[in-house]
């Protein structure tokens, strides 16, 4: 990312390896430096990149502000390119077809819906944990964080068992893909467009009590959702239902896992859990970018005037250690009221899973440390590999010893 001045085209603002390592830093100067920078993506196009909390909150709820890639000025953007059967779905969409769609997804979703996976979620957890007694070392992230969401949203669109490998491996290669081999992420884009299609026919010839079933009802039943809208809609519910909770998830473990006094807080008093899980989503949350959005019409952002279609990207990162709304942002405080951040989202898309990614993490950290109290990092914090991505912050890597050594302390009560 760097300064497209003209006055001084090569001058870097950021260097992109320290800002895939540490967003905070990076951000946190920008934030500094003014609420919004004119700056040139890793993508090699101009950017508006806004940092402080307050510019960023109302942007986030600003109408003018449009997902739809259609309001982008010619050439100014670029994206995964998706076949149209999947690029149809609510990250790309305004009102009134995203009020539509979403309305359609809260009649089903339900709260109800979402307490109903309490229970299958503990014994998911607990199985994967189970592979994992008896070794001293393990990797979180394969055998923990990355298969236990997969599991959910195979669960909640009724996947079938026997599928489920294929089905991971090929979301894998789409939200995790390998640099070296791009055609491996466009191969599983087809694979899962071929298998969302052969999965939608099968719950229609065989409903089951599942998330796509009762989708399939409301499309056909009340004809407000064309076939490429419902497919584009459970192909967003596995890439956003599936990536921003394993990183949420294996960031949460590797801040407690850093920060000794505040998990030895948390398993002394369970009642911290649900306050807990909001400052992890804050301190280290899964998105360090909101996705990209265009302007309708010229508009003033943080007293910096936006060109109508011009790409404006807004830190997450930036606004959750702004110390204008978070007192001493950068330290981990699990008794923080961290309510108002924006992991999560805010406005007309805030993000229709937030129940169920805040019931995943809070089950996944406290399965985890019932299960090994004595849980601890195998490298220093610094040395934890991060993916090498603006667009999501998460791990490649969680190495963790899971038993007791010489001199180690912090047993203490349950986390749940």
């Given at each position: 990312?760097?300064?497209?001045d ?12 320290e ?12 934030r ?7 700056i040139?993506?890793t ?5 508006w990149?806004v940092?402080?909390y307050?510019?960023?909150r ?11 890639k259609?309001?982008?000025?010619p050439?100014?953007?670029?994206g995964?390119?998706?076949p149209?059967?999947?690029d149809?779905?609510l990250l ?7 009020t539509?769609?979403r309305?359609?997804?809260t ?6 819906h ?7 979620i503990?014994?998911?957890?607990d199985r ?9 070392e393990a ?6 964080a990355?298969p ?5 949203i195979c669960?909640?669109?009724g996947?079938p068992q026997?599928q489920r490998p294929d089905?991971?491996?090929?979301t ?7 640099p070296?081999?791009p ?7 087809g694979?899962?467009?071929?298998f ?6 099968d719950?229609?010839?065989?409903p089951?009590?599942?998330?796509l ?10 004809d407000r959702?064309?076939e490429?809208?419902?497919m584009?809609l ?6 956003a239902?599936y990536e ?12 407690l896992?850093?920060h000794p ?8 008093d ?10 992890l989503?804050?301190?280290?949350g ?5 996705i990209r ?5 010229d508009?003033?952002?943080g007293g ?5 279609g011009?790409t404006v ?6 606004a959750?250690?702004d110390?204008r709304?978070f007192?001493?942002?950068?330290r981990?405080?699990l008794?923080r009221d961290?309510?108002?951040?924006l ?7 805030y993000?229709?899973g937030?129940p ?17 109290p004595g849980?601890?990092?195998a490298v ?6 991060r993916?090498?991505?603006?667009r ?7 190495p963790v010893r899971?038993?007791?050594r010489?001199?180690?302390?912090g047993r203490g009560?349950?986390v749940?």
């Amino acid at each position: 990312m760097s300064n497209p001045d003209p006055t001084s085209p090569s001058e870097p603002v950021v260097d992109s390896a320290e800002l895939f390592q540490d967003p905070y830093a990076v951000y946190g100067r920008l934030r500094e430096e003014g609420p919004v920078h004119r700056i040139t993506g890793t993508d090699g196009l101009p950017a508006w990149l806004v940092t402080r909390y307050d510019d960023v909150r109302r942007a986030l709820a600003d109408p003018r502000l449009s997902l739809d890639k259609r309001n982008a000025t010619p050439g100014g953007y670029r994206g995964m390119a998706l076949p149209p059967a999947l690029d149809a779905n609510l990250l790309n969409m305004d009102p009134p077809d995203h009020t539509r769609i979403r309305r359609m997804v809260t009649k089903v979703f339900t709260p109800r819906h979402v307490e109903g996976l309490r229970v299958p979620i503990r014994r998911a957890a607990d199985r994967l944990l189970d592979s994992l007694a008896g070794q001293d070392e393990a990797d979180l992230i394969p055998s923990y964080a990355a298969p236990l969401p997969i599991t959910v949203i195979c669960d909640l669109l009724g996947v079938p068992q026997a599928q489920r490998p294929d089905f991971r491996a090929w979301t894998d290669a789409l939200v995790a893909p390998d640099p070296t081999r791009p055609e491996r992420a466009r191969e599983a884009v087809g694979r899962l467009l071929s298998f969302f299609t052969r999965l939608i026919a099968d719950k229609r010839t065989r409903p089951a009590d599942d998330l796509l079933s009762a989708l399939i009802a409301v499309r056909d039943e009340e004809d407000r959702l064309s076939e490429d809208e419902l497919m584009s809609l459970a192909f967003l519910i596995l890439v956003a239902g599936y990536e921003n909770t394993v990183h949420l998830i294996g960031n949460a473990v590797a801040a407690l896992l850093a920060h000794p006094d505040q998990l030895a807080a948390l398993r002394a008093d369970a009642g911290l859990l649900d306050r807990a899980v909001e400052e992890l989503a804050r301190y280290d949350g899964p998105v360090p970018l909101a996705i990209r959005r265009f302007p309708t019409e010229d508009i003033v952002i943080g007293g910096a005037t936006v060109p109508a279609g011009e790409t404006v990207l807004l830190s997450l990162a930036a606004a959750h250690r702004d110390p204008r709304r978070f007192t001493d942002p950068d330290r981990l405080d699990l008794g923080r009221d961290a309510t108002g951040h924006l992991a999560l989202g805010h406005g007309i898309h805030y993000c229709l899973g937030a129940p169920l990614a805040r019931m995943e993490t809070g089950i996944a950290l406290t399965a985890l440390f019932d299960r090994f109290p004595g849980l601890s990092l195998a490298v220093p914090p610094q040395d934890l590999r991060r993916r090498p991505s603006m667009r999501s912050r998460g791990l490649l890597a969680l190495p963790v010893r899971t038993a007791d050594r010489p001199g180690r302390t912090g047993r203490g009560a349950s986390v749940g």
